[in-house]
T-cell receptor
Framework: EAGVAQSPRYKIIEKRQSVAFWCNPI?????LYWYQQILGQGPKLLIQ????????DSQLPKDRFSAERLKGVDSTLKIQPAKLEDSAVYLC??????????????FGPGTRLTVL | KQEVTQIPAALSVPEGENLVLNCSFT??????LQWFRQDPGKGLTSLLL?????REQTSGRLNASLDKSSGRSTLYIAASQPGDSATYLC??????????FGEGTQLTVNP
């Protein structure tokens, strides 16, 4: 079974530029998550999708961050414009959803963003 | 609001030693608790998942316990090896499917 795929693995941009990250979840997983992990901290949930609908985006800085999952499979996370404090690893995870239960989350390798 | 704390932040032990990593959480109304491993530059690998109705889970040299009433979990690693060196993260699922993570314990096992 293929795992969660993310690209790019690394990205360096200057502040005020735009950047986009891509995630392909495990096949059949209805739920997809984007996390932000700042160096030395645990991951923080940015947004959660159930199929192509948003379940939780309460911690997403909506003035600069956006995400979509148009066909309920792949997802993109965009930052526009980037700030220095956005430097972090962006992790994508997916899980299956059976009945009314969310199952174990599986994580991708992450995209390391550096904003100069 | 759920808060998760991990102690210690860093730990260095000689190879072969048994060790315990600690995790505490403020809201005992949880669905489950997961322990993850993160290697440098890599994503998270799930080690153990304990449902709220369980007291412990075991996988190989790893044993995780859960005391929901006191808001605590421990990860016990037996006979540590240099390959166990990584950051260990504790995460709690309180409502819906959101995981709240601790800041991790960075473990170094010296040969």
């Amino acid at each position: 079974e293929a795992g969660v795929a993310q690209s790019p693995r690394y990205k360096i941009i200057e502040k005020r530029q735009s950047v986009a990250f891509w995630c392909n979840p495990i096949s059949g997983h209805a739920t997809l998550y984007w996390y932000q992990q700042i160096l030395g901290q645990g991951p923080k949930l940015l947004i959660q999708f159930q199929n192509n609908g948003v379940v939780d985006d309460s911690q997403l800085p909506k003035d600069r961050f956006s995400a979509e999952r148009l066909k309920g499979v792949d997802s993109t996370l965009k930052i526009q414009p980037a700030k220095l404090e956005d430097s972090a690893v962006y992790l994508c995870a997916s899980s299956s959803f059976v009945g009314s239960s969310y199952n174990e989350q599986f994580f991708g390798p992450g995209t390391r963003l550096t904003v100069l | 609001k759920q808060e998760v704390t991990q102690i210690p932040a860093a730990l260095s032990v000689p190879e072969g030693e048994n060790l315990v990593l600690n995790c505490s959480f403020t809201d005992s109304a949880i669905y489950n608790l997961q322990w993850f491993r993160q290697d440098p530059g890599k994503g998270l690998t799930s080690l153990l998942l304990i449902q709220s109705s369980q007291r412990e889970q075991t996988s190989g040299r790893l044993n995780a316990s859960l005391d929901k009433s006191s808001g605590r979990s421990t990860l016990y690693i037996a006979a540590s090896q240099p390959g166990d060196s990584a950051t260990y993260l504790c995460a709690v699922r309180s409502s819906g499917s959101r995981l709240t993570f601790g800041e991790g314990t960075q473990l170094t096992v010296n040969p």
